[in-house]
């Protein structure tokens, strides 16, 4: 089974690219992160004809996640789940065969000490709390976390040490919600540096490779096991109108 983790970036604007790419690489699981796409917009009978199910969460012009699946997902859940009503669309999870997937876009945190930072960390915990709480075997955690784990993660680590994304309480949370038994699968097969999910629109950044990696799709400890192969498709930064990320993907020997 192969699952794709891709933060869109607009999925009216790339649409085509979203088609195209599907008609190419045939994924099994794709989880997609700032649709920025109202519920109503969502394209899902022009994906159900190329043989993809759609699980959606959207919100007009922000934010927005949404799972697509080649097998009919079931217990859909359109937020975190607790009891918190939160306006902003950043998480769905379905159930698809015997995995639980999540589809998250964790918020940016805009400027270290700020209350978006605050909401950023709190958030995390709201996320890790609920997957303490997942009953089944098999959990795969797939999205935009806009943290960069660790300085590996990051082309020029002594310029972004403690800035948003690389601050260490970010770090710290997201140390934290590993340790409910995810694993980052990247780095399974991957232990070199320079792999990045994102890059800037500024400056020539793709082209330098100053990036980020950003996006990850982490496993449960069991169904990380599992996990054959994984890498970034970094193909799709590249042509006209890119995303500014490039989807993360797994395999799994299920």
């Given amino acids: 089974m192969k699952v794709v983790s891709w933060n869109i970036n607009s999925l009216r604007k790339r649409l085509d690219h979203l088609f195209a790419w599907l008609e190419a690489t045939r994924p099994d699981v794709v989880c997609l992160q700032e ?15 190329v043989g993809y199910h759609s699980a959606y969460h959207g919100e007009k012009s922000y934010n927005g996640v949404a799972i697509l699946t080649k097998s009919k997902p079931s217990n859909v859940q359109p937020s975190l789940c607790d009891e918190v009503v939160d ?6 999870a379905a159930t698809v065969g015997h995995l639980r997937v999540f589809s998250i876009y964790a918020p940016n945190g805009q400027a270290i000490g700020s209350p978006a930072y605050k909401y950023k960390l709190h958030w995390y915990q709201r996320l890790r709390d609920c997957i303490v709480k997942e009953k089944s075997v098999d959990v795969v955690v797939c999205g935009d976390f ?14 972004w040490r403690g800035a948003i994304m690389c601050s260490e309480d970010e770090r710290k949370a997201f140390r934290a919600l590993s340790g409910t ?30 990036g980020l990696r ?3 799709i982490l496993a449960s400890e069991k169904l990380a096991k599992k996990c054959s192969a994984s890498g970034i498709n970094i193909e799709m930064r590249k042509g006209k109108e890119p995303s500014d990320h490039a989807p993360a993907w797994a395999e799994f020997e299920l």
């Fill in 181 to 210: 038994g995810l694993k980052d699968t990247l780095r399974v097969h991957h232990k070199e540096g320079g792999l990045f999910s994102w890059w800037d629109y500024q400056m020539r950044a793709f082209e330098k490779n100053r």
């Fill in 35 to 49: 649709t920025k796409c109202a519920d109503e917009q969502f394209p899902a009978l022009a994906l159900q004809t």
């Fill in 87 to 92: 306006p902003q669309a950043r998480v769905i």
């Fill in 146 to 159: 806009n943290v960069a784990p660790e300085d590996i993660d990051v082309y020029d680590p002594d310029l």
């Fill in 214 to 216: 950003i996006d990850a």
